[in-house]
């Protein structure tokens, strides 16, 4: 199977993390890292693409993987890194999805990927 590296973050606000909207469900926002990009950039790039927030990567969150699906229809092992990112000011309407700011609490219903969420969740009973 093959792998696809991508990179993304979570934006917290006080008890909210923001989070992209596909359908009914929610996923952190990220996207594949392009050739001669480095994962920081890439994730930077993909949350202005994703939800219109210009941001600062303020810490590197770690690393998960898990089964997904390409645009294709190829199944792929996808490993994300993940950050922790700060606002520095909305530039623009997101150009790829929908994004909305979602209570801690309701993140384990809303959240499509359970891999996702887990990782959010320990990450945040680890910071906070």
Same mark, same amino acid.
């Given at each position: 199977?093959?792998?696809?590296?991508?990179?993304?973050?979570?934006?917290?606000?006080?008890?909210?993390?923001?989070?992209?909207?596909?359908?009914?469900?929610?996923?952190?926002?990220?996207?594949?890292?392009?050739?001669?990009?480095?994962?920081?950039?890439?994730?930077?790039?993909?949350?202005?693409?994703?939800?219109?927030?210009?941001?600062?990567? +303020?810490?590197?969150?770690?690393?998960? =993987?898990?089964?997904?699906?390409?645009?294709?229809? #190829?199944? $792929?092992? &996808?490993?994300?890194?993940?950050?922790?990112?700060?606002?520095?000011?909305?530039?623009?309407?997101?150009?790829?999805?929908?994004?909305?700011? +979602?209570?801690?609490?309701?993140?384990? =219903?809303?959240?499509?990927?359970?891999?996702?969420? #887990?990782? $959010?969740? &320990?990450?945040?009973?680890?910071?906070?």
């Amino acid at each position: 199977m093959k792998t696809v590296y991508t990179a993304g973050g979570m934006l917290l606000q006080d008890d909210k993390i923001l989070l992209v909207q596909q359908g009914n469900v929610f996923v952190l926002p990220k996207g594949h890292i392009e050739t001669g990009e480095t994962k920081e950039n890439a994730a930077v790039r993909e949350l202005l693409e994703e939800t219109g927030y210009e941001v600062e990567i +303020i810490e590197y969150c770690g690393q998960l =993987s898990r089964p997904s699906t390409e645009k294709t229809g #190829e199944a $792929v092992n &996808k490993v994300i890194d993940i950050f922790l990112m700060k606002i520095l000011r909305l530039t623009q309407q997101p150009t790829d999805e929908k994004s909305q700011w +979602i209570t801690l609490a309701n993140i384990t =219903s809303c959240m499509k990927y359970v891999e996702e969420r #887990e990782f $959010v969740l &320990k990450y945040l009973a680890n910071k906070y």
